[in-house]
Structure formats: C-alpha cells, structure tokens
C-alpha cells in the first residue's frame, strides 16, 4: 500500500475540545482495525488509539495529566540562586556579560572589577 506525504491530517479540533483525524491518502487509514477513507467525516482520536497508514503502525498518545492542571502533591519552590562569579586568569572577578563575536567588545572597569561590554548594550 502506498503512502502519500499528506496522507493524514491530526489537528485539535476547538470546538470539541478534542484531537481529530482527516484521512486525505487515496488508500485510507485503518484506526482500531477500521478503515477510513478520504471523504469520510473526521474521526475522533483517544489516546492509546492504534493507527495503520501502509503498512507502519503506531498509537496516538496523549499526556496523562494536562499540563495546566494542578499538581498532584505539593509544590516545592527551589530557591533561586545566583550563579558564583567568575574569575579570570590572575583572579579578578569578573562581570557575566555576554559579549558580541566571540568577544569581541569594550573591556571596562566598574566598581573594581574588569567587565566587557558588548556591541548589543
């Protein structure tokens, strides 16, 4: 059985609230061991749905939880922590600026400790 680039179309359909499937190949698509051909309306996907486009197999799997619902247990909030500074060759401390081209950029002095100042501040 031939397989066309644009065989299938799995989109989330927004009003009912729910991933769908849109056969286009001239073959069909067989979900759950039932053939569905272009033309047909769209087929509703559950997870865990077994779909067979030629002769490749594979299941359509959703996330178990949504990611926009709630934990499950508590939430635990790592503290954030600013990263130690960086010393450069002779010890100095100094400042993490990004610079531009590998860096190429202004070498500068603030407070005591050597900085480079980038062409994109």
Do not use: W
């Amino acid at each position: 059985m031939n397989i066309s680039r644009h065989h299938a179309r799995i989109f989330y359909y927004f009003t009912r609230r729910r991933f769908a499937l849109e056969v286009l190949g001239k073959n069909g698509c067989l979900l759950e061991g039932v053939l569905y051909l272009p033309g047909n309306p769209l087929v509703k996907l559950d997870s865990h749905d077994l779909l067979q486009i030629g002769d490749k197999e594979f299941y359509f799997l959703l996330p178990v939880r949504s990611i926009l619902g709630r934990a499950l247990g508590p939430r635990h909030h790592v503290p954030v922590v600013p990263p130690p500074p960086q010393y450069g060759y002779h010890g100095e401390e100094r400042a993490l600026l990004p610079t531009a081209g590998g860096g190429a950029g202004k070498k500068g002095r603030r407070n005591g400790s050597h900085f480079f100042r980038s062409h994109f501040f």
